[in-house]
């Protein structure tokens, strides 16, 4: 079974930043990607950053310039640095990994989230 851990989220003021973390755990032979989703209220969730183990990262278009993804993976461990928020930001945002591992029918390529973290910005 495999966790992932959150934390970082908070009130920022606009203009201002955050960092979020999540760390995977767990039973797991390889981390494929780990991203981050966020959504607000009323609306789906959509994706923010994903960042493969090896490929090319990718950010949602509302956050190109402003956010970094990263990961350390000798900590199995993804990061979110948040810049420049808007208050249109404010959501609750997921991480997520992609894990390969071994299941009871084989090795499968799984999907995980994290509970979530509140990011809210004040205009």
């Known amino acids: 079974q495999v966790q992932l851990v959150e934390s970082g989220g908070g009130l920022a003021q606009s203009g201002g930043s955050l960092r979020l973390s999540c760390a995977a755990s767990?039973?797991?032979?390889?981390?494929?990607?780990m991203g981050w989703y966020r959504q607000a209220p009323g609306k789906q969730r959509e994706l923010v950053a994903a960042m493969p183990t090896s490929g090319t990262i990718t950010y949602a278009d509302s956050v190109k310039g402003r956010f970094t993804i990263s990961r350390d993976n000798a900590k199995n461990t993804v990061y979110l640095q948040m810049n420049s928020l808007k208050p249109e930001d404010t959501a609750v945002y997921y991480c997520?990994?992609?894990?390969?591992?071994?299941?009871?029918?084989?090795?499968?390529?799984?999907?995980?989230w994290g509970q979530g973290t509140q990011v809210t910005v004040s205009s």
């Open positions: 997520n990994a992609n894990i390969r591992g071994t299941t009871v029918t084989g090795w499968r390529n799984l999907n995980y």
């Open positions: 767990g039973s797991m032979f390889s981390i494929n990607v």
